[in-house]
């Protein structure tokens, strides 16, 4: 039993010497589609995102990153100034695989919670939070390339593969997002 607590242990403080905590953020470009939603109803709605990730490093190229964020998404209208907009906190945990020379790919699973949804239009805004499901679940699609000084640059795509309609549209809509943005890694003693 001690022998086992101690390989535990061991395995543990590998992983966290490894391991990177950051900060990331930057824009997003978020568009809906579904049965009454075609491109030439809606555009997208450009929002930010911002949030700590923590990755920890597996072999010298594989790596695991958890990450807790706050991003705004939703649409607007393309013939109004009318707009739908979203908050969401997003958790992700997606697996890596870098080259060791800062460049990296990852795919993994995404859950949003809805925090708020507004209905805007001519200065007035409405809650439509109780008309849209209170969850999102995504598939994320990510690279990019970290710095030795421990800035990156990356961009994603979330696939939206749930229904988030809760009697908004009366039909099927998902939300797909594509993100840019920055990160810092403040532990660059590990991972890649």
């Not at 859950?111 to 008309?131: H, I, R």
């Not at 969850?135 to 939206?160: C, H, V």
Request: positive net charge.
């Amino acid at each position: 039993m001690k022998k086992l607590f101690f390989l535990a242990a061991l395995s543990f403080s590998m992983i966290a010497a490894n391991a990177q905590f950051g900060l990331k953020g930057g824009g997003n470009l978020s568009n809906w589609h579904g049965d009454n939603f075609t491109s030439s109803d809606v555009d997208p709605l450009f929002g930010f995102y911002i949030g700590p990730y923590y990755n920890a490093s597996i072999t010298s190229h594989f790596s695991v990153q958890s990450e807790v964020v706050f991003a705004t998404a939703g649409i607007k209208d393309a013939n109004s100034s009318e707009k739908i907009q979203t908050n969401y906190i997003n958790i992700s945990v997606v697996p890596w695989y870098n080259q060791g020379c800062g460049w990296f790919i990852g795919t993994g699973p995404e859950l949003g919670l809805l925090m708020s949804a507004k209905d805007k239009y001519q200065g007035n805004s409405v809650n439509v939070k109780d008309e849209l499901k209170k969850s999102n679940f995504s598939w994320a699609f990510m690279t990019g390339y970290d710095f030795k000084m421990g800035f990156g640059i990356y961009t994603r795509y979330s696939l939206g593969l749930s229904d988030i309609d809760n009697g908004f549209s009366g039909s099927s809509i998902k939300q797909n997002v594509w993100s840019f943005g920055v990160r810092y890694n403040f532990n660059m003693s590990g991972g890649k």
